[in-house]
């Protein structure tokens, strides 16, 4: 069974630019997850996606977005890019929305802003 | 809103000591859940607890849930290198927000 993918693995961006990181889900899993994760710091929850609608989000500014697509990939878009959006974004993936089950999570994309 | 403390934030052992994290919220938890990070990976479950009072153990590993359920500990015995990582704790609010404790971050000294 493959595990949670995210793409790409890097990504380079100049302030005031727009980013799209990928997440693909463990196969029959339905919700989504992302977390920014700065430099030396913990996990901040960002979306919560669950089939395919927005469910809940941290406390970010709007400009932080995404969404889910009917095979329950999901996009992270990050709009007019500052420097302290400099981090690692993880996704993670669960079987379910209801409830609080094991999340599984991908890789990262360290996005790097300059 | 909710708030979860972790404590220590560091810890530095020598190997075969014992390893202790807690886990502090500001209100009452459904359930709790653990996970490691090792350095330049990313968050691994390791366990979920429900019940007031529980107490489950993996090999080495023994996590605690308070009876208040509002607090929880991983404790690690006779630490290994491999044990070296981040270990959070993680909770659900009742509004569906994922919160992540601060973390523990463990070294061990070989």
């Known amino acids: 069974e493959a595990g949670v993918t995210q793409s790409p693995t890097h990504l380079i961006k100049t302030r005031g630019q727009q980013a799209t990181l990928r997440c693909s889900p463990i196969?029959?899993?339905?919700?989504v997850y992302w977390y920014q994760q700065a430099l030396g710091l913990g996990l901040q929850f960002l979306l919560w996606y669950d089939e395919g609608e927005e469910r809940n989000r941290g406390n970010f500014p709007p400009r932080f977005s995404g969404r889910q697509f009917p095979n329950y990939s999901s996009e992270l878009n990050v709009n007019a890019l500052e420097l302290e959006d400099s981090a690692l974004y993880l996704c993670a993936s669960t079987r379910t929305g209801r409830g609080f089950y094991e999340q599984y999570f991908g890789p990262g994309t360290r996005l790097t802003v300059t | 809103g909710q708030q979860v403390m972790q404590i220590p934030q560091y810890q530095h052992v020598q190997e075969g000591e014992d390893f202790t994290t807690y886990c502090n919220s500001s209100?009452?938890?459904?359930?709790i859940q653990w996970y490691k990070q090792r350095p330049g990976g990313h968050p691994v479950f390791l366990i979920q607890?429900?019940?007031?009072?529980e107490v489950k153990k993996q090999k080495r590993l023994t996590f605690q849930f308070g009876e208040a359920k509002k607090n929880s500990s991983l404790h690690i015995t006779a630490t290994q290198t491999t044990d070296v990582g981040t270990y959070f704790c993680?909770?659900?609010?009742?509004?569906?927000?994922?919160?992540f404790g601060p973390g523990t971050s463990l070294s061990v000294i070989p």
């Open positions: 209100t009452t938890l459904s359930n």
């Open positions: 607890l429900v019940k007031s009072g």
């Open positions: 196969s029959g899993h339905t919700s």
């Open positions: 993680v909770m659900k609010t009742s509004y569906d927000k994922v919160i």
